[in-house]
């Protein structure tokens, strides 16, 4: 590794990685080197063990400032949605996506959950 770039995990920053590498001297902020990788979906488990356990930690500690206002944003949307059917995305139901036009169902998540999941998206694309 040069000393012009700072360790990589997984094709992007390490969170912290770059801060570490600037406050221990291995690394100026002028000499960092960022790799623009693209990013890959989230994979559905890691979205829905993501957003479970994001929903658990809310009930004990305070989640982080803006996780919590993505979430509360989400449901906001979610709230007036012809699919929601009391708290979850419902299967039974049919909607147009809002880019596409095509007619899609409910993807059958519990919504407070899934709205804690930075990865997940609406099955409509409203969010």
Same mark, same amino acid.
């Given at each position: 590794?040069?000393?012009?770039?700072?360790?990589?995990?997984?094709?992007?920053?390490?969170?912290?990685?770059?801060?570490?590498?600037?406050?221990?001297?291995?690394?100026?902020?002028?000499?960092?080197?960022?790799?623009? !990788?693209?990013? +890959?979906?989230?994979?559905?488990?890691?979205?829905? /063990?993501?957003?479970?356990?994001?929903?658990?930690? #809310? &009930?004990?500690?305070?989640?982080?400032?803006?996780?919590?206002?993505?979430?509360?944003?989400?449901?906001?949307?979610?709230?007036?949605?012809?699919?929601?059917?009391?708290?979850?995305?419902?299967?039974?139901?049919?909607?147009?996506?809002? !880019?596409?036009? +095509?007619?899609?169902?409910?993807?059958?998540?519990? /919504?407070?959950?899934?709205?804690?999941?930075?990865? #997940? &998206?609406?099955?409509?694309?409203?969010?």
């Amino acid at each position: 590794m040069s000393r012009k770039e700072t360790k990589i995990y997984k094709n992007v920053w390490k969170p912290g990685a770059e801060d570490a590498a600037k406050k221990f001297g291995f690394v100026s902020p002028e000499e960092i080197v960022r790799k623009n !990788v693209p990013s +890959k979906p989230t994979p559905l488990i890691e979205q829905i /063990l993501t957003g479970w356990g994001n929903y658990v930690k #809310s &009930h004990f500690v305070e989640l982080e400032p803006d996780l919590k206002a993505e979430g509360q944003r989400r449901l906001e949307i979610c709230d007036p949605c012809d699919m929601r059917d009391r708290g979850t995305c419902s299967t039974a139901r049919r909607g147009k996506h809002v !880019v596409t036009g +095509k007619e899609m169902k409910g993807c059958g998540c519990r /919504l407070a959950a899934k709205a804690l999941s930075p990865g #997940s &998206h609406c099955p409509l694309g409203k969010w």
